[in-house]
């Protein structure tokens, strides 16, 4: 699977975030699960040393494209597809969906939550 990439949509105030030391190398914007919790790396790093991940905060994520996401929805990251999904079974809850995405888009606005 391709590294999936997410977009932050809000000043430093807006989002928050922990150091983490991931034990893979991470790009810029890299999607992660991470002690049950779906993180975005906030910028690029080599294994294992120390980055600011986002765990809370509104980000645009790949969406399971054919899915309409209504806003408020309770959605899910599908570590095997690499993308957003309303479907709970076997994915790691991300947040709920900020602005309703059609079924043919291929990104949603999240606002992240830990859990």
């Known amino acids: 699977m391709a590294n999936e990439i997410a977009k ?8 928050r975030t922990l150091l983490l030391a991931h034990t893979a190398a991470v790009l810029d914007g890299e999607i992660i699960v991470s002690a ?10 080599a ?3 120390e980055i ?5 905060g509104p980000v645009e994520l ?9 806003a408020s929805a309770v959605v899910y990251w599908d570590a095997a597809a690499g993308n957003i999904t309303t479907v ?8 709920i969906v900020k602005k ?16």
Request: proline share 2%; with cysteine.
């Open 36 to 45: 049950g919790n779906v993180l975005v790396a906030c910028n690029a790093a």
């Open 100 to 115: 309703a995405a059609l079924a043919a888009g291929t990104t949603v606005l999240v606002e992240l939550h830990e859990n």
């Open 8 to 15: 932050i949509k809000a000043g430093l105030l807006a989002l």
């Open 52 to 56: 600011a991940f986002a765990f809370r």
């Open 47 to 49: 294994a294992d040393v």
């Open 62 to 70: 790949p969406k399971l494209v054919g899915q309409a996401q209504a």
């Open 88 to 95: 709970s079974t076997a994915n790691t809850r991300a947040g």
